[in-house]
């Protein structure tokens, strides 16, 4: 196989790139699977192009420069119009000759682009006689597509009946959400099969597939609209006129899904600088979407200008798509790493062959856990399709099934604890070392202290490890009992360090009840949850005394997670009784302890359920907050931790994502995709010191009048 992105040298290489792109194509298109990745086939024609350019005589007519994507299928149900691909810029440079071109082409400047998301799934045209839905067909070679019929009624965002009972063909993009995909590999697995690559792949297969014990839902995206043989005349004309913008306002009108119900809708830039800027803040949001992007299309907004640029043979000259980085490749799977925690949490880690993802070179892979290595059937030396996008960390979607030549090896799932020989809990999907916390006491504690939790300045991670060698600390509350006599007897420990710890210690006894339930590390809970629940609970005996169906109570706790928590407190609990008896504060200030619910609610203070309706205080009062960026000014000591905990303070409710539930972002300095997401859906930004300004009755003055919260 030619190697992506190589050079070709020769006609012989130029003939074997070829065969090579067409064998992925056609393994893509008639069953969502290929040798290749996105990255790799994309390199690839490129390759092949830049050789034809130069050889223009010698272009073989299987060449895919000058074919629809998926023309090796075949269709047997005739396009209305043809279906075309797109051609593909990959920098700003290249967008901006392209524009020059289509300028040439219709002999002005362009004064309106339409501006969208390029959809990572497989196209189709669904056919609408009098407002029904009769009839779905894939691309094909663009002049005939596969009548795929039988998926009607899986496909969500195509209803079965438009709200006008007009006849006209919508076109779009079938795919898999990241939770569709999820769901679809669970019934695939359970059923016996392989599991899908990635959501694409699963869409293209499950598009197609006619004789399955089993349907999975997949989701449909339009972005085209047009008039078929048998629409009314007086429609046809009109649909034949509009502006692709106003195209897609009457599909949403139909009752079809667009991305207008996206954080990405599609919209109209006048230049080519606003492109770029809506182009940016596209691929700024794309890790965050609950589908795959792989660019962004790009294309003449009002039809007279789309006519007058016409279209090739392959694709229209007048629409292109400026593609993003590759944030899936294939590689393949070396061996899977088993660490341990500081809940002493066994989990897998995979070990990659490294490959280059998004400009980020990857050698490791989050497995989750051993049911996840069981469910998508990995198995060392497999081909595997890797995801990252922005920030993610690296995961394994499934292992590329039709790559394996039958010397992949089981993973062997350990037996014994890999750090200190125990025997491991499996009751539950993720594995535990039966010693909990004391497995891996130096990451626990090390955790406990740290500026988010305890915030014990001088116990750093090197420290604790003396403490433990020396035997004396063996849990969180051993901190609380160490003397000056004992710490001035370790190395490298002199007076000024001893007294300077055991005052944090003494500082640390005092914090907030939601930061040692964080310093506990209670599974299922972090940072935010820990705040949380000690705001609802407001004391550590109220929260020992409450049952799962109490704890269910707080918000972002479901029928799953609280048992877990009931538990975890009961397992905990000789520990924190140590935690009290050395003076570690177990209240919140601040917070209203939950009044006893009455068998008829009627206690004046909860419901019928028992819970609270406590009267909303504070600036924040109702609102969900997200903060992005540096702080600067009042605010910039403080940790994101702290923020958060100022948020909730003053009434309101910290949040990590935005969404069009969010009531205020705070933006500093270096915002990203936060702001771009906030700004798109119109949100409330504040700078740090006007958010400052409004919650300044929350700020305390620490020592030497830093901010504290």
Known sequence: MTTPGA??????????????????????????????????????????????????????????????????????????????????????????????????????????????????????????????????????????????????????????????????????????????????????????????????NAAAGTLRARERAYTVPMTFFGYGLLPLDDTEPALAALLDESAHSDLMARAGGYGVNTTATTAVPGVTASTVEEVLARVAEIAGLRASLPFGIDGIVVKADLAADQRAAGSGSRAPRWATAYKLPAVEKITRLLAVEWNVGRTGIIAPRAVLEPVEIDGSTITYATLHNPADITRRDLRLGDHVMVHRAGDVIPRIEAPVAHLRTGDEQPIVFPEACPRCGSGIDTSEQRWRCVNGRDCHLVASLSYAAGRDQLDIEGLGHTRVVQLVEAGLVTDLAGLFALTRDQLLGLERMGETSTDNLLAALATARNQPLSRVLCALGVRGTGRSMSRRIARHFATMDLLRAADAEAIQQVEGIGTEKAPSIVAELAELAPLIDQLVAAGVNMTEPGATPPAPATPDGADGESGGDGTRAVAAAGPLAGMTVVVTGAMTGALEKLSRNQMNELIERAGGRSSSSVSKKTSLVVAGEGAGSKRTKAETLGLRLAAPDEFAALVADYVDAGPGGEPTV
Do not use: C
């Not at 130029?14 to 056609?26: F, G, L, M, R, T």
């Not at 965002?157 to 993009?173: D, H, S």
């Open 7 to 200: 050079v070709i040298v020769d006609a012989v290489a130029y003939a074997q790139a070829i065969e090579d792109a067409v064998k992925a194509s056609a393994a893509y298109y008639a069953g969502g699977t290929s040798v290749l990745d996105d990255d790799a086939y994309d390199r690839l024609v490129r390759a092949i192009a830049a050789w034809e350019d130069e050889n223009p005589e010698q272009v073989l007519p299987d060449s895919p420069t000058g074919k629809v994507a998926g023309g090796a299928v075949e269709g047997d149900v005739p396009h209305t119009r043809a279906m075309l691909s797109l051609d593909n810029v990959f920098s700003a440079e290249e967008f901006t000759a392209w524009t020059a071109s289509l300028t040439r082409r219709v002999g002005h400047d362009i004064t309106a682009f339409g501006v969208e998301p390029k959809l990572d799934g497989l196209a189709i045209a669904a056919r609408y006689t009098r407002g029904r839905l009769t009839r779905l067909i894939t691309r094909g070679d663009g002049t005939a597509g596969e009548d795929v019929s039988h998926a009607i009624g899986t496909v969500e965002g195509l209803p079965a009946e438009l709200t006008e009972p007009v006849t006209v063909e919508v076109r779009g993009e079938v795919l898999m959400t990241t939770a569709q995909f999820e769901h679809a590999n669970e019934v695939r697995t359970a059923h016996g099969g392989a599991p899908f690559a990635n959501p694409r």
